[in-house]
């Protein structure tokens, strides 16, 4: 079946950067486009695996940065 | 939005108005975003630690001396400030990018699921380490749309201003940097992160898509 969206489009709709019609739009298409919905489902995958990714600076790290605001604030 | 946790805008009012606590939130929101896009330049903790410090003190430095002016878009600029930072870094190259991989009380600080085995949490961990260095395979243009939409919060027309491109390219570059990436996890059989998702049923569709 031939996707009735561009690609573009749906990368916007899953990072969330479509008007609300817009979205309806694709939502509606979704449901009438297996291909559409499996491709918006490989970027939902794509997505979470980035998600996983993420990282945690160490607590001093934190704490030397809100430390260094504390003393900036004083000296002002 | 949820009205039960404060805009960075007004937060950063708060800061200006003496509240260190609010500042305290918002590094706590935004610290792992910054972080991990830098992280994923320089390759280095040690180094990522560093600059995350130089980026939230430059943030700091904006903010009291009244020059803050992004109209509320705080997540976008203080992960162009790490992105930045980072490149700089990564392009004069003091250091040797080095990945501790065995890092066991850091991997500790990172747990966030308190009812998976040890053996379920290592094999994320490995996982992610994985998934990291693919990310580093990626073209590099790819790989910055990626870094800067995915960890920097910056919309595609952001994207497009601050690289230079049409936001099409931008678009174009993310779909390809997914593209690849999912490829490349299929060819490393990287399946841990999505073991509680079954396979794929086209209808009906759920679509969790990630907060802007």
Redesign the interface.
């Known amino acids: 079946m031939i996707q009735t969206l561009p690609h573009s489009t749906l990368l916007q709709y899953v990072y969330n950067e479509l008007p609300p019609e817009r979205q309806r739009e694709v939502e509606e298409a979704l449901q009438h486009d297996p291909d559409l919905a499996s491709t918006c489902a490989d970027l939902l995958l794509a997505q979470r695996a980035l998600d996983g990714v993420r990282r945690e600076p160490r607590p001093e790290t934190s704490e030397a940065i809100l430390r260094y605001s504390r003393t900036f604030l004083a000296r002002s | 939005m949820d009205l039960l946790q404060p805009s960075d805008s007004a937060l950063i009012s708060l800061y200006l108005a003496?509240q260190?606590s609010a500042?305290?939130i918002l590094?706590?929101r935004h610290?792992?975003?910054a972080?991990?896009t830098i992280?994923?330049i320089v390759r280095d903790e040690d180094v990522?630690?560093d600059l995350?410090?130089d980026t939230?003190?430059k943030a700091?430095?904006t903010l009291?001396s009244g020059r803050y002016n992004e109209e509320g878009k705080f997540a976008p600029w203080i992960c162009r400030i790490a992105h930045n930072l980072a490149i700089d870094s990564f392009r004069r190259g003091k250091r040797t990018p080095h990945l501790r991989l065995d890092d066991n009380e850091?991997l500790a600080?990172?747990l966030t699921v308190a009812d998976d085995g040890p053996d379920d949490v290592l094999a994320?961990e490995e996982?992610?380490t994985r998934?990291?260095a693919l990310?580093q395979e990626l073209p590099a243009a790819q790989k910055e749309v990626?870094l800067m939409?995915?960890?920097g919060d910056m919309?595609?027309q952001e994207i497009a201003d601050a690289t230079g491109v049409s936001i099409?390219t931008a678009?174009?570059r993310?779909?390809y940097a997914?593209i690849n990436?999912?490829k490349k996890?299929t060819a490393h059989s990287?399946h841990h992160?999505?073991s509680n998702?079954t396979p794929?049923d086209?209808?009906?569709?759920c679509?969790?898509?990630?907060?802007?």
């Open positions: 003496g260190e500042f305290a590094l706590e610290r792992s975003r972080y991990t992280l994923l990522a630690d995350l410090q939230f003190i700091i430095h009291k850091r600080n990172t994320r996982t992610h998934l990291r990310i990626l939409r995915h960890y919309s595609f099409n678009l174009g993310m779909r997914l990436l999912r996890m990287l992160y999505d998702l794929f086209p209808a009906p569709v679509i969790q898509r990630i907060a802007s």
